[in-house]
């Protein structure tokens, strides 16, 4: 389950995944290209060559609503959360730097790495995620070429060749709990029947 920062730490396991899958591009006396978390505001600076990930849109997994509340386990006191809110979080990737073949084969090994691992958990995960039973699952968004083009306009570049990633459900656990008192004791009314 994920505290406050989990958007931060989702984003850092995409780094660190896209990161260690390019490792295997470099060429001699060239470093490999790396990943990094980039709003893309400014100038991306290269070398050596990037593939920034920019986090442009966070949304509510309508599919995980109306989940249970969460209860604490005994021998805590007992107690009520309201249930983790279901984020959808979906990533513009970018290659950067470089010819274009080599731009090219950053955006495939991103595609082979999301392909090959699209469910991220256990050691891959890290920050408030570390040690949890969440899953990150990566799904590779279509957009029509002028939803594409309404991003890049959002953030006022030209247009890039990029990948559109999915990362669902990222679960931010709620902090307001309430006490749950037991019950004791019941009593069944009905009526008897001559």
């Known amino acids: 389950m994920g505290d406050f920062g ?3 730490d989702v984003s850092s396991v995409i780094v660190s995944t896209l990161t260690q899958s390019l490792r295997g591009l470099g060429q001699r006396d060239v470093p490999p290209p790396i990943a990094e978390l980039n709003d893309l505001s400014e100038t991306v600076q290269t070398p050596p060559p990037k593939l920034t990930v ?5 949304a509510e997994d309508p599919t ?14 007992l107690t009520a959360r309201k249930p983790p809110m279901a984020l959808l979080l979906r990533y513009l990737i970018t290659p950067w730097g470089g010819d274009q073949a080599t731009q090219h084969r950053m955006l495939g090994r991103a595609l082979q790495t999301f392909y090959d691992d699209a469910i ?3 050691t ?22 002028d939803q594409k083009s309404w991003v890049w306009y959002a953030i006022q570049k030209p247009y890039r ?16 709990e309430t006490p749950v008192r037991p ?9 008897a029947t001559p």
Do not use: C, K, M, W
Request: no cysteine; charged share 20%; hydrophobic share 35%.
């Open 54 to 58: 920019f986090l442009y849109e966070i």
């Open 6 to 8: 989990v958007i931060a």
């Open 64 to 77: 995980s609503r109306n989940r249970p509340p969460v209860r604490s386990q005994p021998p805590d006191p």
């Open 183 to 191: 019950v004791r004791s019941r009593i069944i009314e009905g009526t």
């Open 120 to 122: 991220l958990d256990g």
């Open 161 to 176: 060749l990029s990948l559109n990633y999915e990362i669902r459900v990222v679960n931010l656990d709620s902090v307001v």
């Open 124 to 145: 891959q995960l890290s920050g408030s995620l570390a040690g949890s039973t969440d899953s990150l699952h990566t799904t590779l968004t279509p957009l029509t070429l």
